[in-house]
């Protein structure tokens, strides 16, 4: 026989210490595992009612009233769980201790997951086309059997996948209107300069379709000028449907790994950014008012540091307006070889960043990955964010035929979870499991025996 899920008054109390009303609850279906009936009639999983990730869970602290134990040992009150436990780890990391694409590929790739598969996007061995492959899991990868799938481009690639669809452009080549469900940036065969900057739109995320040049809008903020030397390409394209198309509130905000060319930057790389209204008009982010589009992210000089010397490839995930994160490369002499590795950093506003922790790096006791490690791509799952990366063992790199490279894969977890950022649930002494959310406790079940 099921439990039902019953109104409660006891601790169900907001953090400030206030009682709340009754709320409906659910009953657990009997003989379906992880199934609830909510008060609509309507059967979902548990995850369509608790949004959670069932591994990390906070439990109450037996005997210490309103005291919860995180994942990282502490115990202290909900109010101040976990904004203000500051242990120096903000993800926990599981890493494949192989590759997951094994075959050698060149200096690029990308993986985006929809809802049918993941997708990794990396290039072709001829420097002038994308391939694809395609995987269930993540894991085991399969290449499409009629690769390459972009012949007029080189590599450096960013690919979004847009469940909801969006009105094709119907300009450039293969001009379409229908629906279309993934975009994609990246360099065409002009190599390292503005001119090189493709875009296009796919229904299918395999036959490409209004492909076209990126341009400066004509009346905008440049984005190159004598001082951003080489760009490298679009790293990151974070998309906000609606936005006014002003100031820092624009529908495609852009990041670009380029070698800047003066400052104390000088012949190191950087990540400017640029906004566009339709992703491939660009108007650079000028925060210095100098004129044109300047860094906002760049290497912290600094001795033993894995960034000291150049920042690259840099993949950013709004998940809310003042809520952003990144995961970049970085590196010594240069994002790709001797000292480099892989960092995360979060920011309020996706401009002004704070380097948070370090992941990955060649130091590590990885022999697979040893000389080289770079040019990260992230896949939100839950709580938890999966980074596909490069790697390689070739101690000679820049000297070699450039297809030197291998895909790893990493799970990282978040060591603890904000109450202000998701919902969390917690277990009491006497076996209820209450779901908080944005600090509110909103429901309590009593468990099945």
């Not at 899920?5 to 400030?16: G, P, Q, T």
């Not at 009936?37 to 979902?44: E, K, R």
């Not at 800047?260 to 008009?281: K, N, P, Y």
């Not at 809520?323 to 994002?335: K, L, P, Q, R």
């Amino acid at each position: 026989m099921a439990s039902d899920w019953r109104h409660f008054h006891e601790n169900k109390m907001n953090k400030r210490g206030e009682n709340l009303p009754n709320v409906d609850e659910y009953n657990q279906q009997n003989f379906i595992p992880n199934k609830f009936l909510q008060p609509n009639g309507d059967i979902t999983d548990l995850k369509g009612v608790i949004p959670i990730n069932p591994v990390q869970k906070w439990q109450q602290a037996p005997y210490v009233p309103n005291k919860f134990l995180y994942p990282n040992g502490d115990i202290g009150p909900l109010e101040t769980a976990p904004e203000d436990i500051d242990n120096g780890i903000y993800f926990r990391k599981a890493e494949d201790a192989a590759p997951v694409f094994n075959t050698l590929f060149a200096d690029n790739g990308y993986v985006i997951k929809d809802d049918i598969e993941f997708k990794f996007y990396y290039p072709g061995n001829d420097f002038l086309s994308i391939c694809l492959a395609t995987s269930p899991d993540g894991i085991t990868w399969t290449p499409y059997v009629s690769n390459p799938i972009i012949t007029d481009g080189q590599y450096h690639s960013d690919v979004k996948y847009y469940p909801d669809g969006f009105v094709g452009a119907d300009d450039g080549t293969d001009p379409s209107d229908a629906t279309m469900y993934y975009r994609i940036w990246y360099h065409g065969p002009t190599n390292y300069t503005l001119l090189s900057l493709r875009y296009a739109e796919s229904i299918d995320g395999i036959v490409w379709q209004n492909r076209m040049p990126c341009s400066e809008a004509p009346t905008g903020v440049p984005v190159w000028t004598p001082n951003t030397g080489v760009s490298y390409g679009i790293a990151n394209v974070v998309h906000t449907p609606g936005a006014s198309n002003t100031g820092i509130d624009w529908e495609f905000r852009m990041y670009f790994n380029v070698q800047w060319e003066t400052g104390e930057w000088s012949a190191r790389e950087c990540v400017l950014m640029a906004f566009s209204a339709d992703g491939h008009t660009l108007n650079g982010y000028d925060p210095n008012n100098t004129g044109a589009a300047t860094p906002i992210f760049g290497p912290t000089l600094k001795s033993g540091d894995f960034d000291s010397g150049h920042i690259g490839w840099f993949k950013v995930i709004k998940r809310s307006e003042t809520d952003w994160i990144a995961i970049y490369s970085g590196g010594t002499d240069n994002t790709y070889q001797n000292k480099n590795g892989i960092g995360y950093a979060t920011s309020k506003d996706g401009i002004n960043w704070t380097r948070t922790q370090t992941l990955i790096t060649t130091d590590d006791d990885v022999e697979w990955r040893s000389k080289s490690i770079w040019m990260p791509s992230m896949v939100q799952d839950g709580f938890d964010i999966i980074v596909y990366f490069l790697g390689s063992n070739n101690p000679d790199i820049a000297n070699s035929d450039w297809i030197q490279w291998k895909l790893g894969r990493m799970i990282l977890s978040p060591d603890t979870y904000p109450v202000s950022a998701a919902s969390g649930m917690f277990i009491t002494p006497d076996g209820k499991t209450v779901t908080v959310n944005n600090g509110i406790i909103t429901s309590i079940i009593t468990n099945m025996a």
